[in-house]
């Protein structure tokens, strides 16, 4: 099938570990993200939409599916590495990305920077026609080099420089010495987001001198691990200013499995100023994202390329930031598992747009696929909010669900799934039975803090989210 003219162009815009106070238009007094933010002011944003896990590995690959973890058979971020007596208990069934369908209907399709996922081909991206050999070596080019710089890594500053002289915090060294604050030590233009932008700039200035329309994703790293932005970003966001509750612990009635994750993921284990400075170098690497997204915009604008353009902006999960006594992700409280989700298209979504009904993530690509006139696939049309977004409606409201397994030193082979239907939010360990049983109405209760699973009156609620999470794992496996 040949591409039209007439088609838009296609932009996703994904970040890695992203919060939804991370962005003023999400009511953040402290945020500094004027870009997210008028896009989310000539658009439409979704107040709650949740991650398919909230992980990086299992995420992507449900995005890029459109089928949660329970139908890939990727849970875990160890499992996709191999760790030993995982993989067995939750054999891994990759699906194709369902970005080819771009490719399939004329488009000429790419992405730059962090990928971290398993499909099956496991490349999601490709260019059309005689630059096909072209592109498939840089791409593997950019997963391995464009996750991070050659300055900083996941757990310290490259041999040349001096940790000390960059105000780094870094988690004590068991079990992962992450490093949550630092400034970058290089010019901003050698980040790996930076390069993420001058690769895209590379390609698109090839591509959008061909007839056929194009499809474009833009993945970066931050605000994942290691947290360094470059000066003056790293000091932009005055600590004092971030109001989220101080390193308070877990709610009564937490589940086991949760307790076991808090022993080695507390944010007890850095001090108050430590605390201040995360926090700090994390909101400061958002607006330096929100910065870079804003220049290449820009540069698009100069070459006519905003108009006939669909943006999508969303992160793979979120994560804490002492809130609940947590750092890292990996849980199912709002925090770690809403995400922030913008659509962007001036005459064909309606500006200032907030949709409250609870969406999946896990619905982008059907429903970039809609709104580029090509279709979401077959089985995957509910997935779509193309329409509600084009009309100016909500959603149909249905349960949506997240899913993972913890890290392998909390619970190996464990698998946890949540669902949330309207405000309610059940979370269970799968076995024989679902047991480790976590409910919250987050009416009543929206800091999460009161687990009601054992709460009589609130039983047939428990009792009917139970049988959707079993209908729903018993569904991905047919």
């Known amino acids: 099938m040949s591409g039209g003219v007439d088609r838009p162009n296609v932009l996703w815009v994904m970040t890695d570990e992203q919060r939804t106070d991370s962005l003023g238009c999400y009511g953040s007094e402290w945020a500094r993200t004027p870009t997210l933010d008028r896009l989310a002011a000539e658009g439409a944003r979704f107040e709650t939409a949740l991650t398919p896990a909230p992980i990086c590995a299992p995420a992507r690959s449900a995005i890029l599916t459109g089928r949660y973890p329970s139908e890939t058979g990727i849970w875990s971020n160890d499992q996709a590495e191999g760790v030993a007596g995982v993989q067995s208990e939750a054999p891994m069934r990759p699906a194709a990305p369902l970005t080819g369908a771009f ?111 194009f499809f474009l994703r833009l993945s970066f790293n931050g605000p994942h691990t290691p947290v360094a932005p470059p000066a003056p970003w790293d000091t932009l966001v005055d600590p004092r200013d971030v109001a989220l509750p101080g390193p308070t612990g877990l709610p009564p009635g937490s589940p086991p499995w949760l307790r076991d994750y808090a022993a080695i993921a507390a944010s007890s284990r850095l001090s108050d100023a430590e605390l201040d400075r995360a926090r700090q170098a994390y909101y400061g690497e958002v607006a330096f994202l929100d910065w870079l997204i804003g220049g290449f915009l820009d540069w698009l604008g100069e070459r006519g390329l905003l108009e006939n353009l669909v943006i999508v902006f969303c992160s793979d999960h979120g994560n804490h930031l002492g809130d609940f006594g947590l750092m890292q992700k990996q849980t199912f409280f709002d925090p770690s598992v809403n995400v922030p989700y913008i659509f962007w298209a001036p005459g064909m979504i309606g500006a200032r747009r907030v949709v409250e009904t609870p969406v999946g993530i896990i619905g982008l690509v059907p429903t970039l696929l809609d709104l580029a006139g090509v279709g979401a696939p077959r089985g995957l049309e509910d997935l779509s909010v193309a329409a509600a977004l084009t009309e100016g409606a909500e959603p149909p409201a249905r349960p949506v669900f997240s899913e993972f397994m913890p890290l392998e030193e909390v619970r190996p082979a464990d698998r946890l799934v949540l669902v949330r239907d309207g405000s309610w939010k059940l979370s269970a360990r799968l076995g024989a039975e679902l047991d480790e049983l976590h409910l919250v109405d987050l009416v009543s209760d929206p800091e999460e803090r009161v687990n009601l699973a054992d709460d009589p009156a609130a039983r047939p609620v428990r009792d009917r989210l139970a049988r959707l999470i079993v209908e729903h794992v018993a569904s991905c496996k047919t």
């Open 103 to 213: 490719a399939d209907a004329g488009y000429r399709t790419a992405s730059f920077g962090k990928h971290h996922h398993l499909t099956e081909p496991p490349l999601a991206f490709q260019t059309q026609r005689n630059d096909v050999h072209e592109h498939l070596a840089a791409r593997e080019k950019w997963e391995a080099d464009l996750w991070l710089s050659a300055e900083v890594d996941y757990c310290g500053y490259a041999e040349r420089w001096d940790q000390a002289d960059f105000d780094v915090v870094q988690y004590p060294p068991e079990p992962y010495p992450w490093i949550f604050a630092g400034r970058f030590p290089a010019d901003w233009s050698e980040t790996a987001e930076a390069q993420v932008v001058a690769a895209a700039k590379g390609w698109l200035g090839k591509a959008s001198a061909a007839p056929d329309p």
